[in-house]
């Protein structure tokens, strides 16, 4: 069979290359897996580091821990005792907190403390109202190889301090990293999640396929996953990257991966029913399916842009590391792909007889139904989604607040920090802000916000002292307090404002600010021109951008309604937290406006090529939804196991990712591209395809002529 123009482009040739050269490719891409595979093992060269170059609060707490040893974005650990009748004044008490002074002091040798006995000039800051309840700051020097930095002080001071009694009860050690490490020292490794979500994505393959083809996309996922981390290992000599790369690269390779193969296999599939040969079916698929995968490769590349191109290292490095997975995946596809398609495709399809159908009965009907009902199909979505984002309008940033994480800690740090908040001590201590002075000035602390500045907190020409409200840190009156000592020590000559709650401001800064919406602009901007290429089209991309925009909305709205207003938040053994991890929506955009754009990119290529045949804009709809409607579902259903695999780890702000990544592909896959999109493509009718001449020169774009005439039937 003679092959069209069409099958002769740039990846069809690439494809007809790499088959040519067969060995060569498969050993070039076996010994990159390989390679990967070690490289991954050099996880030591990866930080848990959250930096912030150049911001106030961040150079403040660099200077507070450069002088010190201890503390700065490092919150402390707190030493919580129940004092007997008479409190302080009792001389058993006195006797007693002593003790556990100086037991503290020798298990963390170098830490900075303080509390009623070490400083007794702010004796009376570290005791309830009641005289009942005191506390001990401890500042123990962090250890920056561990992603809890008092993974080796903790389990030394409990050690001291497990048969210590104050007014003949036990005392409790909490505090903020401990609350936020939650109640178990294991976790699920990024091998196990990765193989988890790779068992579920085979059933789905399995499901699909119906054949030994259920291997392809997950052998194409093994090679692409491995090799990604060669790119990392190799990044990690020229900038810092964040130990989040793993999971990261882990799933969201997997997934994509596995999306890539699932087009090119499933067109490889339709050009065999088709009366093809397989090196002809090998070369459409190619020429076809290949071309989308490249596109889409490039799309999600490009939306990543907006981590890669932060000034925050840690984000800056999950988008170098996610910008790597496609491109990676997509090079893997359109190479290693047609290969093993050609020698051994039609061996895969045991047990199967012939090639089955890639047309989905489900999807075209719904697809008939949609177009049938485009507007009611319309703007029952729209309400749907309405009703989905207006949560998202009350969206907190911050870190999770205490009260949340306690449930899933330790019960000695729950009863600690209820013991703090019982006594009306509150739970703002346990990340209070740090206040650099110079020699000779104070700080007088506003009404309702403690200050303490113990002598020994002195060094190097500065005098370092913590404050604190009774509020969490994270909630509005824990932030209003932040304010209002800033204010208090702006009128200070020197004096600088550290500590976790001021670098948490200084994050939503530097992330938020306008530089970003100047990124998401250019990223938009490049985007409508690629897709506007691809589609041949301006309205397509207009509307792909558009729905991208509300499904991202969506996602956000769910995220605060499960997790900072707790509902559902049980499924995952969690209540509210109270806000959203600072980070997470802007990586939540990152990999959602890519990933979504990928199966937009799928539904309109194949829209496009049904246009182009002649049928009308209706059918075309019909067709198209009814070829990728069930890769479009499978391909979001694998992605979804393995995001929810990337919820298994511990820690709440890779849980809340999780859900928001999850509930974004959810609503996109059903919602957005299942009704909306091709509600929309129906409203729109031959519109979809208007291209001025100025446009035409200015993108260097030709419209789409269809092979015959559409039909001027009546639209359905």
Same mark, same amino acid.
């Given at each position: 069979m003679k092959l069209s123009e069409t099958e002769r482009s740039g990846v069809a040739a690439l494809a007809r290359w790499s088959i040519a050269h067969r060995w060569t490719v498969i050993v070039a891409w !076996?010994?990159?897996?390989?390679?990967?595979?070690?490289?991954?093992?050099? %996880?030591?060269? =990866?930080?848990?580091?959250?930096?912030?170059?150049?911001?106030? @609060?961040?150079? &403040?707490? $660099?200077?507070? =821990?450069?002088?010190?040893?201890?503390?700065?974005?490092?919150? #402390?650990?707190?030493?919580? @005792?129940?004092?007997?009748?008479?409190?302080?004044?009792?001389?058993?008490?006195?006797?007693?907190? /002593?003790?556990?002074?100086?037991?503290?002091r020798r298990a963390v040798p170098g830490a900075r403390t303080a509390s009623a006995?070490?400083?007794?000039?702010?004796?009376?800051?570290?005791?309830?109202?009641?005289?009942?309840?005191?506390?001990?700051?401890?500042?123990?020097?962090?250890?920056?190889?561990?992603? %809890? #930095?008092?993974?080796?002080?903790?389990? +030394?001071?409990? %050690?001291?301090?497990?048969?210590?009694?104050?007014?003949? $009860?036990?005392?409790?050690?909490?505090?903020?990293?401990?609350?936020?490490?939650?109640g178990s020292s294991s976790s699920t490794s990024v091998l196990v999640e990765t193989i988890l979500a790779g068992v579920a994505a085979l059933?789905?393959?399995?499901?699909?396929?119906?054949?030994?083809l259920a291997l392809l996309p997950l052998l194409i996922a093994a090679i692409a996953i491995p090799t990604t981390f060669v790119g990392i290992y190799a990044l990690t000599y020229a900038t810092t990257m964040s130990t989040l790369v793993q999971n990261i690269v882990a799933l969201v390779g997997l997934g994509v991966a596995i999306d890539y193969a699932l087009l090119v296999v499933t067109r490889w599939r339709e050009e065999r029913a088709a009366g093809r040969s397989n090196r002809d079916a090998v070369l459409a698929s190619a020429s076809t399916a290949g071309s989308s995968v490249v596109f889409s490769g490039i799309t999600v590349t490009v939306s990543l842009a907006a981590l890669a191109l932060t000034n925050v290292p840690f984000l800056r490095s999950i988008g170098l590391a996610g910008m790597l997975i496609p491109l990676i995946s997509v090079a893997v596809s359109i190479t290693l792909l047609p290969v093993i398609l050609d020698a051994a495709g039609s061996r895969l399809e045991w047990p199967r007889k012939r090639p089955p159908t890639s047309v989905s009965r489900m999807w075209t009907t719904i697809a008939a139904w949609v177009v049938r009902h485009r507007i009611a199909g319309t703007a029952g979505s729209l309400a749907l989604i309405a009703a989905l984002i207006i949560p998202g309008f009350s969206l907190q940033l911050g870190q999770p607040q205490a009260a949340a994480? @306690? &449930?899933?800690?330790?019960?000695?740090?729950?009863?600690?920090?209820? @013991?703090?908040?019982?006594?009306?001590?509150?739970?703002?201590?346990l990340r209070p802000t740090e206040v650099?002075?110079?020699?000779?000035?104070? *700080?007088?602390?506003? %009404?309702?916000?403690? =200050?303490v500045r113990p002598a020994a907190w002195n060094r190097d020409g500065i005098h370092v002292a913590a404050a604190w409200s009774s509020a969490d840190a994270s909630t509005d009156a824990g932030e209003k307090a932040l304010t209002q000592l800033q204010a208090a020590a702006n009128v200070v000559p020197g004096a600088q404002i550290g500590g976790s709650p001021a670098q948490d401001r200084d994050f939503i800064d530097a992330l938020y600010g306008s530089n970003l919406w100047i990124i998401? +602009?250019?990223?938009?901007?490049?985007?409508?021109? *690629? =897709?506007?290429?691809?589609? /041949?089209?301006?309205?397509?991309?207009?509307?792909?951008?558009?729905?991208?925009?509300?499904?991202?909305?969506?996602?956000?709205?769910? !995220? &605060?309604?499960?997790?900072? $207003?707790? /509902?559902?938040?049980?499924?995952?053994?969690?209540? +509210?937290?109270?806000?959203?991890?600072?980070?997470?929506?802007l990586a939540v955009f990152a990999l959602l406006f890519g990933l979504s754009m990928d199966y937009e990119v799928f539904i309109l290529t194949r829209i496009n090529e049904e246009y182009a045949a002649g049928h009308t804009a209706d059918r075309a709809v019909i067709r198209g939804i009814g070829h990728t409607g069930r890769l479009v579902s499978s391909g979001a259903l694998i992605l979804v196991f393995a995001f929810v695999a990337l919820g298994g780890v511990p820690q709440t702000d890779v849980k809340i990712l999780s859900t928001g990544l999850a509930a974004g592909i959810v609503i996109d896959a059903t919602i957005i591209r299942g009704v909306l999109a091709p509600a929309l493509v129906s409203l729109l009718g031959h519109l979809n395809w208007w291209l001025p001449r100025r446009v035409q020169r200015i993108l260097r774009i030709a419209p789409i002529r269809p092979q015959n005439p559409p039909s001027s039937s009546p639209r359905k």
């Open positions: !076996l010994v990159l897996a390989l390679a990967g595979a070690a490289a991954a093992q050099s %996880d030591s060269r =990866l930080s848990f580091a959250f930096d912030l170059p150049g911001q106030p @609060a961040y150079e &403040t707490n $660099e200077r507070i =821990l450069d002088s010190f040893g201890s503390g700065g974005s490092n919150a #402390p650990l707190i030493v919580v @005792a129940r004092l007997p009748e008479g409190g302080l004044s009792s001389p058993q008490a006195q006797s007693e907190l /002593h003790i556990l002074d100086e037991r503290v006995v070490s400083d007794p000039a702010g004796a009376a800051s570290f005791v309830s109202k009641d005289g009942r309840t005191t506390f001990a700051m401890v500042y123990p020097v962090p250890d920056f190889t561990s992603a %809890d #930095p008092y993974s080796k002080a903790l389990p +030394a001071i409990e %050690d001291a301090l497990s048969a210590i009694r104050v007014g003949g $009860e036990p005392v409790r050690i909490t505090g903020a990293s401990v609350l936020a490490a939650g059933v789905v393959l399995a499901i699909v396929f119906g054949s030994l994480q @306690a &449930t899933t800690a330790s019960a000695q740090a729950s009863a600690g920090l209820q @013991a703090l908040t019982d006594s009306g001590i509150g739970a703002g201590v650099v002075l110079p020699a000779g000035r104070s *700080l007088t602390a506003p %009404d309702g916000i403690t =200050l998401i +602009a250019v990223i938009t901007v490049v985007t409508f021109l *690629l =897709l506007s290429r691809a589609l /041949h089209s301006i309205w397509l991309p207009v509307k792909a951008l558009l729905l991208n925009a509300i499904s991202l909305a969506a996602a956000f709205g769910v !995220l &605060t309604l499960i997790w900072q $207003e707790g /509902h559902g938040s049980g499924l995952f053994s969690s209540p +509210a937290t109270g806000a959203i991890t600072l980070w997470v929506p």
